[in-house]
């Protein structure tokens, strides 16, 4: 590890008072790395594990530019911060609120879900600094509520997930309001700028320094069940809770309506449970995550509306109810726990239709999951009769798929269309990962209004 002390990078004496406050000393790796090069001057492309202080990388140098130089475009925002989420943008809210705690900078939040009226008003007060999400922001941006025309810093959370299609659409409306002399930060755990420089050309101006930060693994177990049924799943996982002790445990489940049945379904069993997804309102979303992160629930039940960027202390547990639909959204999701530095578990289920899955998972991500099961609760399921070479059931995958096709086929062709149309702005396709290269994760339910437009699974 460095023994560089934060004060070495930082020279505010607001922001290192704050540092001290947050009880901060050294500085991460990614921290090392990219705080001179903002610092410098330089836009950036930025990939570090999940946990592994980004947000600081981030945060820190641009608010230690703003602190130190004044600006010429007085009526325009300083830095703006886009997230894929709602409660990503709170959470970056918050840390940045709290580095700033001894200063007067003001931060503003503009997300879906909330009063529009209000938050017109709120950018009217020209805050320097803006956090939001950007389907709200784009509409703003049309209502020229914003200005961002002396923008010091336009910055890109969960980069690789705010360039995919949907998102992308509007970050981009954003930044082109966007003062052409700013300075453009992407962060993400999984960025790949391969196959999405197109996309990354458009957002970031001028030259591009890239830092991917080596790190050893983040210490998660991963593990898998083997699982017959949604019903088989539902007795594996209230056994699993029962015998494994954890202090917080984050369930993912690829639908919206499977978050709602296992949240009844823990309720029943008399787990205080939060749910996240977006079926529920703004309010009872942000409620819900409050008593998660306060400790006043112990279960998350979410779809993939949790799976990037949320950081709450002590999830030590992650339950893939359902497989992630990618080997990247499987990163971010059991990213959840194991952060800084600490020690996770990960369990997916895996039934016959999460097999493939599964199985291009493990090879994206070159592990192969430990096998456990719960005795009491075998199933019938032991895996695929035949192996094709390449791990993938041989043989029974043609004939479900095409079922499933003739089912589903106005979600089939939908999904299709938009592949076609987005080609590469995920992963450039290569051997390695292939296989894990499946159909982004349809169901965000994060209430924009672009996954309106989404097949709802
Ligand atoms: P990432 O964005 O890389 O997933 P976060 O920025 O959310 O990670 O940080 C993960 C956790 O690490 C947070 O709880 C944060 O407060 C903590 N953290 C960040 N930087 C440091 C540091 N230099 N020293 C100690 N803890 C840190
Ligand atoms: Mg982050």
Redesign the pocket.
Known sequence: MTSTHFHELIADPQLRKAIDAHG?????PV?LQAIPQVLAGKNLLVS?K???????AFLLPALQKILTTPTTTPESSRILILTPTRELARQILKNAQQLLKFTHIKVGMVCGGEEFKYQKAMLRKNPEIVVGTPGRLAEHVTHKSTDFTGLDFLILDEADRMLEMGLSEDVMAIAKTCSTDRQTLLFS?TLEPEGIRHLIKQVVLGDTEEITVKEVANSIEQQMILADDVKHKEKLLIALLEKSPFEKVVIFTNTKAKAVQLDNVLRYNKYKVSALHGDITQDQRRISLDFFRQGKTQVLVATDVAAR?L?IPGVDLVVNFDMAQSGDDYLHRI?RTG??DAEGRAVSFVAANDWNLTNGIERYLNLKFEIISIPGLVGHYKGPDKLKSSGKAAGTKKKTDDKKKSADKDVKVKVRTKDKKNVGKRRAPSSKTESAKVEPANDLGDGFSVFKRKPQV
């Open positions: 901060y000393e050294q500085p991460t921290q570090s999940t946990g592994s202080g980004k947000t600081a755990a960027g950081d990213g952060r800084a």
